[in-house]
């Protein structure tokens, strides 16, 4: 006997959250309805729908208010229902390595602000966290940060009692709490502290990956359904998003584009491997072969302001380096199909210096009958990427965090 | 104003598919229902369930019927409604390059029987068609081929007019009719040559895809959600399951390892490319290999017998291919991490002296923190396979043919 293929959750599971979200989408389309008018709409029957609103309000996600007298015709008041305006307030937190970036959006996804503040490298977890809560106390007298990510600053306040989820974004892998990147701070009390601090849901990724998620959601590739983005920073990571979600492998292991063998006689990894696409594509090793060139940089900034300027060293720098992230590249490409690559990190500010090796790499290894297709650009969403994608995370993932525990969730107790 | 990702079939229509999935989940779970029962069962308004199960009785995919007079009780006899034992027949077929194998399932997905025949290379769709009409034909009298697949065969009957879907393999890229596989025919005619057959909605894939389907959903990989399929054939190619699904990329180019790049300097590969995985690891580059080094063999059935008897020529060519091909997959591994590695096609029977090698290249080229993690397996599906991946794919993707089109369906007229 050949069974249907089972889903982590149970169909009565998925049925029920569809039908929340039939009512949460309802709501947010048509804005305050009474139950029967909810009733007419859905397709609910009277008991189902009474018992789906009131989990509803009781998670604090919908609210019930009946109108004032004087717009009362007769007999009892019929109760209206509508989102919580309060209630629908998320934020993102990118815990990256040096700095903190927090973004966040109102219950209708309008943005109210992002910020960030760069620090230390050895801070602890109380410190980066301390950080975090400042400037999210500071987005809602002040949403000037907003022209950072390209888009109007947007009056708004953020009521930390009212958040409905945290997104975070941190360095490493976080499926395999026991092995994180050499870099990273273990991750293991994070989630406790930001429920202590903040009494929400919190969902935590790896913050290149949810980069990812957010440039397929907002930035570069909104236009598509499956991207592959790759950072090339500090370190080099990526992640793939596939038909609009998030992937993230059997554990959590995907999008390790920057531990791909690209030299299997090169340099040592810090991952343990030998000649990974990071030992040659990363800020250090790109600053390093310059320098063995004979050129001069303090800085990545630096060095890409020699490559601007035309200087021959910086450009073959970027030649070759453009040329193995394209090789690497391509082979993802023949393997996951993605229709628009997305380059962020500091080194994609090269343009194509960067690009163009890149794409003749891509075009050189991409299967013939693809290599039309797949498009490459730069990201769009600077710095403040990952602390979106960790809001894309909270509204993709838990619209109904209360009730369906992800992955990598803490809940209130 | 940040808008939630919009998936690319509307809130309403997946509503209703939810709703309708969950009447003939019952329907599979309970067997016959009144309507009040099911609508006590799923939640659903009267209004919406008559609707519902109209559509459904009206697709074919539910009966109903009234109990006979003696187990009434008094008053109007109540309608129950069970699934159409008729209607729930699934078939897969592939075509590959020299074969036709199909495969059928009833309603409840138990195996009717599969069933194969070798062809010449050169015959027309027609006489594709023609050869699985007959196979399919034969399925309700004898299923002594089930064993084949390794499953006892079971006693059944094939009812070519009751047919709900066609699931079917093919050679080459599917979502790119004008640049099929230079092997391959053009499948511009195919979908609607089997509607006119066989008068059921048509769902076409890649073959290899399908077979990846298959393990992941049968076969060697049913405990995984995430995995990697490779053939090695006389073709390389592969497919990969994501979450329990097929993944086919944005314009249908995934799985596609025979052409990412081992060896740059490498021989011209028939997709237009230089030194693809399939330019080494293909059979015919094999035996090419191997007579190059003064083994004799006419076939790869020849070679793998040299090889299981301790062939020192044989063994080598196999742990530069099983070298090779660990390479390729390593760098698949670290970007999408999948759970199983399934090894198919004749190259597979190799066993250890491919797998060795080729474990040895994972260990060295996957990140150290997911090589532990990662299992290489055998196919166990054999070469009914893709035939099974195309009931796979009628199960996963139409439980509701009629009414849910897919990218590349063909529905009755």
């Keep these: 006997m050949l069974g249907f293929m089972q889903s982590p959750d149970g169909p009565l599971t998925r049925l029920r959250k569809s039908h929340e979200q039939s009512v949460l989408g309802l709501l947010r389309k048509h804005g305050p309805l009474s139950r029967a008018e909810l009733g007419s709409h859905s397709g609910l029957s009277r008991t189902t729908l009474y018992d789906i609103v009131a989990g509803l309000v009781e998670g604090g996600a919908v609210v019930a208010s009946t109108p004032p007298v004087e717009v009362r015709r007769r007999g009892r008041p019929v109760e209206k229902l509508s989102l919580n305006p309060n209630a629908g307030e998320a934020i993102g937190i990118d815990f990256a390595r040096r700095a903190v970036h927090v973004s966040a959006v109102n219950v209708a996804h309008e943005m109210i602000g992002s910020a960030s503040e760069a620090h230390a490298s050895d801070l602890t977890w109380v410190q ?97 359904g499956d991207v592959l983005y790759l950072r090339l920073s500090h370190g080099v990571g990526g992640g793939l998003v596939v038909g609009g979600s998030l992937h993230r492998g059997m554990y959590g292991m995907s999008g390790e584009f920057g531990h791909i ?138 619209p109904l965090l209360s009730r369906y525990p992800q992955p990598v969730t803490e809940e209130l107790a």
């Design 128 to 224: 980066r966290v301390d950080i975090a809560e400042r400037l999210l106390g500071s987005l809602g007298r002040s949403s000037q940060d907003d022209a950072s990510v390209g888009r109007p600053p947007r009056r708004g306040t953020l009521g930390l009692d009212s958040l409905s989820a945290i997104g975070v974004g941190v360095v490493g892998p976080i499926n395999d709490p026991g092995s994180a990147d050499a870099h990273a701070l273990s991750i293991d009390g994070l989630p406790g502290l930001l429920r202590e601090r903040f009494g929400v849901p919190v969902l935590l990724d790896n913050n290149t990956r949810l980069a990812a998620l957010a440039e397929a959601v907002w930035g570069a590739a909104a236009d598509a």
């Design 261 to 398: 063998t690209v030299d299997p006689d090169g340099a040592p990894c810090e991952c343990g491997g030998t000649g990974c696409l990071e030992t040659v594509a990363s800020i250090e090793a790109v600053l390093q072969r310059y320098r063995s060139a004979g050129g001069r940089a303090e800085d990545i900034s630096a060095f890409l302001t020699a490559a601007a300027s035309g200087d021959p060293a910086a450009r073959t720098v970027l030649e070759r380096v453009g040329t193995d992230v394209g090789t690497v590249l391509a082979a993802v490409c023949n393997a996951v199909g993605p229709g628009v690559i997305v380059i962020g990190g500091e080194l994609a500010e090269a343009g194509a210096a960067l690009t163009e090796p890149l794409e003749g790499a891509l075009g050189a290894h991409v299967m013939p009958m693809a290599r039309h297709r797949v498009r490459v650009r730069h990201a769009t969403l600077g710095e403040a990427g990952s602390a979106l994608g960790g809001i894309a995370l909270v509204l993709h993932e838990s």
